[in-house]
């Protein structure tokens, strides 16, 4: 099956620091997700991103779909950006795999 | 605005018990999923379903098995449960294979 790898495994910033989240997948994808996963555990959606860019306030994303990675912008940063970021793929249709997740630390 | 809902925030079952796991989309969409969530191994799919009746099984379907009687509902079920299945379970929906998908708040089991 398709391989979704994350990196980094952790992120510790200050607040007001900028970072770039990757995610790479080894086979042709029909869409890619961003997600937030809030300390209650609820999945939070971020972007829907199959290729190209997108911004939203201080977050953007750009998936590259021909070179099979996409990234996640999140400029300064707050503490309450702190949780595990996760992408995910889907593909053969009706199937959605995960990533392993960036887990982001931001400090005050 | 798609709302997924599960049954239950938190439970706690014995050991042998069935328990069932409840999950109702309103957006009419086509797609359903079932994770669990484990420290260290991310999310990892045990079925998902792409229309009422039909189940395809995901990574680690043992021990588990699904019911898609109607569209909006998806239910988990562990025939006899172990604690090995004490986990964070997830459900998803999105209106095709290619649409976005949205969650659910999850269900944290635990099994004494």
């Known amino acids: 099956g398709i391989q979704v790898e994350q990196s980094p495994p952790d992120l510790i910033l200050q607040e007001g620091a900028n970072s770039t989240l990757r995610c790479n997948f080894s086979d042709s994808v029909n869409n890619l997700q961003w997600f937030h996963q809030n300390p209650w555990g609820q999945l939070i959606n971020l972007f829907y991103?199959?290729?190209g860019t997108k911004q939203n306030g201080r977050l953007s994303a750009t998936t590259v779909a021909t070179e099979r990675y996409s990234l996640l912008y999140i400029s300064s940063s707050q503490t309450t950006d702190s949780g595990v970021y996760f992408c995910a793929v889907a593909y053969n249709n009706n199937d959605m795999r995960f990533g392993a997740g960036t887990r982001l630390t931001v400090k005050p | 605005d798609v709302k997924v809902t599960q049954s239950s925030r938190y439970l706690v079952k014995r050991t042998g018990e069935k328990v069932f796991l409840e999950c109702v989309q309103d957006m009419d969409h086509e797609n359903m999923f079932w994770y669990r969530q484990d420290p260290g191994l991310g999310l990892r799919l045990i079925y998902f379903?792409?229309?009422?009746?039909?189940?395809e099984k995901g990574d680690i379907p043992e021990g588990y098995s699904v019911s898609r009687e109607k569209k909006e509902r998806f239910s988990l079920i562990l025939e006899s449960a172990s604690t090995n299945q004490t986990s964070m379970y997830l459900c998803?929906?999105?209106?095709?294979?290619?649409?976005?998908?949205?969650f659910g708040q999850g269900t944290r089991l635990t099994v004494v």
């Open positions: 379903s792409y229309d009422v009746k039909m189940k």
């Open positions: 991103i199959p290729s």
């Open positions: 998803a929906s999105s209106l095709t294979g290619q649409a976005e998908a949205f």
